[in-house]
């Protein structure tokens, strides 16, 4: 939509050359015409429009403010805000940078840099930024935990666990920052202490599904399927889930509860029949009991095997399970 303007001062040419034909004195010269909206009044009005949740007019008119002023600060923030939100991180960190550098002492402006470089997956510059947030204020738990994810996923994990740890104690009440401090941990081979990291996370949220799989896993790697039942059979009462009840029977049948494990996929599936990872597991069971069995029982091969397709048709990448299907499907030897 074109910004509205104001209307043309009418040519006031003949109205002078009567008046001086008749003696009077010259009238005043037209005035100029208008130079149109300020970049204020445009930064103004797209505010309004963002508000309002018309995210096109708001770019429009915040884009011809920062035309008109590219010194315009605040505009360069809203933008990079409502690009974020579009998930355009390009866009979001075209603003950032601008951004930073007209306000470069503002630790939040460096943390949604450093956020758009690190969903657009270059860590070394989301790394820099974080350090830069974390130097103007150092009580910024948010970019240091971000900080130790992005060293976590360059491999850096000593770092990952310094600034995971920085995190948590600077916010011990929140959940997020322990639950990553174990993944960290984790990562750097620390499993014990990584298990009371992801204790700590569901002590303040028993609720958090992520913590609870990643103590499951840690509990499991260690030989504990009997802690990591617990563990899972507390989140299905507290959140059910089909990924919870199908990760509740993986942890099942690491501790030889076969049948349990069965009926916890079974469920899953209800939940939705859609999910192939449970379909996954559930197959894979049941050939285990197929070879187990001192009788073999074709239909838990078949089961298996039906379950296999079905995964694949909702999945086709899923090498693992093509291996399986041809080792046990009606051609196999």
């Known amino acids: 939509m074109t910004p509205r303007r104001c209307g043309l001062v009418v040519s006031l040419a003949a109205g002078v050359l009567g008046a001086a034909l008749c003696g009077c004195a010259p009238s005043r010269p037209a005035a100029p015409r208008s130079a149109g909206p300020t970049a204020s009044s445009l930064y103004s009005d797209g505010v309004s429009a963002y508000r309002a949740g018309d995210r096109d007019r708001a770019v429009r008119l915040l884009t011809q403010a920062v035309r008109k002023n590219p010194d315009l600060a605040m505009a360069h923030s809203v933008l990079g805000d409502i690009y974020k939100e579009q998930g355009n991180y390009e866009g979001a960190a075209s603003q950032y940078e601008t951004l930073t550098k007209l306000d470069p ?153 076969e049948a349990d494990a069965l009926r916890e996929y079974r469920q899953a599936l209800r939940l939705d029949p859609h999910h192939y990872p449970a379909m996954n597991s559930l197959a894979a069971l049941l050939i285990t009991q197929y070879r187990n069995g001192l009788l073999l029982d074709d239909r838990k091969r078949d089961e298996a095997v039906a379950l296999w397709k079905q995964s694949l048709q909702l999945n086709p990448a899923q090498p693992k399970v093509e291996q399986q299907l041809k080792a046990w499907g009606p051609k196999a030897g």
């Open 105 to 257: 002492y503002a630790a939040d402006n460096h943390h949604r840099l450093a956020v758009s470089y690190h969903f657009l997956n270059r860590l070394r510059d989301a790394a820099a930024s974080y350090l830069r947030a974390v130097k103007l204020n150092p009580r910024d738990w948010q970019s240091c935990m971000n900080l130790g994810l992005v060293y976590m996923s360059l491999g850096e994990n000593n770092s990952a666990v310094e600034y995971c740890q920085r995190a948590a104690n600077l916010n011990p009440l929140t959940a997020v920052a322990h639950a990553n401090l174990g993944v960290a941990l984790d990562a750097r081979g620390n499993v014990v202490e990584a298990e009371a990291a992801y204790r700590r996370a569901l002590t303040i949220d028993a609720t958090q599904t992520g913590p609870a799989f990643n103590l499951a896993r840690n509990l499991q790697y260690r030989g504990k399927a009997r802690e990591a039942v617990a563990v899972l059979e507390k989140l299905v009462a507290a959140a059910d889930s089909p990924t919870a009840r199908r990760r509740y029977g993986d942890a099942l049948a690491a501790a030889s509860r």
